[in-house]
């Protein structure tokens, strides 16, 4: 059952930016951690930042800390990813998810969406 909704993939030029949105009902948004992950063909999900419920500092896997920016808006339930400085290597499903606590691998039992395809073209 799908309970998040992401939007703001696109295809972009490498070295540009996208702004990735996630949006959750109120009931999960409110009590949950909310990170963001990403996913290529034949290979495992990967945990790339996440945002706890207070906000405050991110986490973010090394290969896009300093380039990537996870915030989240308590009022309006969004997440956001700011992307910048996008590489070819960053091409990729992003799904947003939501779970107790921030965790650096896909949980089951976390709250997942659909997805949104990010294509960095060189």
């Known amino acids: 059952q799908v309970t998040l909704f992401e939007s703001g993939g696109g295809l972009v030029q490498a070295g540009g930016s996208l702004r990735l949105s996630c949006s959750a009902p109120g009931r999960i948004f409110d009590s949950h951690a909310m990170a963001w992950f990403r996913q290529t063909p034949g290979n495992e999900r990967q945990f790339v930042a996440g945002?706890?419920?207070?906000?405050?500092?991110?986490s973010y896997a090394d290969s896009v800390k300093d380039r990537f920016a996870i915030s989240r808006d308590n009022a309006k339930r969004t997440v956001y990813l700011q992307m910048n400085s996008l590489k070819p290597e960053d091409t990729a499903i992003y799904y947003c998810s939501a779970s107790p606590n921030i965790y650096s691998e896909p949980r089951k039992n976390a709250y997942w969406g659909r997805g949104t395809q990010v294509t960095v073209s060189s």
């Open positions: 945002i706890g419920r207070n906000a405050g500092n991110g």
